[in-house]
């Protein structure tokens, strides 16, 4: 799965867009410093969010909403549309 499929899952899954989610985490504390196991606890706990939707959402609390172009227009199940990840929900493309 994408960079994009997984955070849009995780929307599916909670209600609740990838911004959303990362204010939530803003709220608590968290940020690029936060060791991903916590990170990934509270998602599991809080949201019922697994380790592959909850990775995707650490790398944009970690490196922004920018990941590698080697995942732009390659092809497989990891390719991604852009590099610029977005985070304003399903409803908004």
């Given at each position: 799965?994408?960079?994009?499929?997984?955070?849009?899952?995780?929307?599916?899954?909670?209600?609740?867009t990838?911004?959303?989610?990362?204010?939530?985490?803003?709220?608590?504390?968290y940020?690029?410093?936060?060791?991903?196991?916590?990170?990934?606890?509270?998602?599991?706990?809080?949201?019922?969010?697994?380790?592959?939707?909850?990775?995707?959402l650490?790398?944009?609390?970690k490196?922004g909403?920018?990941?590698?172009?080697?995942?732009?227009?390659?092809?497989?199940?990891?390719?991604?549309?852009?590099?610029?990840?977005?985070?304003?929900?399903?409803?908004?493309?």
């Open positions: 799965m994408s960079f994009q499929a997984y955070l849009d899952g995780a929307e599916k899954k909670t209600g609740k990838p911004a959303e989610l990362l204010a939530a985490a803003a709220e608590r504390g940020d690029g410093t936060t060791k991903a196991g916590v990170f990934l606890e509270w998602l599991k706990t809080d949201y019922d969010l697994g380790r592959g939707h909850g990775m995707a650490y790398h944009v609390l490196n909403v920018q990941i590698s172009e080697k995942h732009v227009g390659s092809t497989g199940s990891h390719r991604d549309d852009s590099a610029t990840l977005r985070l304003d929900g399903i409803a908004h493309r």
